[in-house]
């Protein structure tokens, strides 16, 4: 799931998170191909659920939530 979150410098920044086993050149390599080197994710997580809405949709605000509390310790992958 890609996600934007806040970013001091940027205003928000494109995240991923996953729950397969996956790492970021991986998802950055599939996704490359389709949105552009600018639009792919810099940092990617694994989370052991995605959250979902009563309605059955990803809930992404709670995914960003979760994305800020774990900080800068979250990270499972980073590109500078």
Known sequence: ?????????????IV???TSGLGLNEVRGRLER????AATPKEL??????????????DRPALVRAWQRE??????GAVG
Do not use: C, N
């Open 45 to 58: 997580r694994q989370i052991p659920a995605v959250a979902y809405t009563s309605m059955g949709k990803i």
């Open 71 to 76: 900080g800068e310790h979250g990270d499972v």
């Open 1 to 13: 799931v890609l996600l934007a979150v806040p970013d001091d410098r940027w205003g928000s920044r």
């Open 16 to 18: 991923a998170v996953t």
């Open 34 to 37: 389709v949105l552009g080197t």
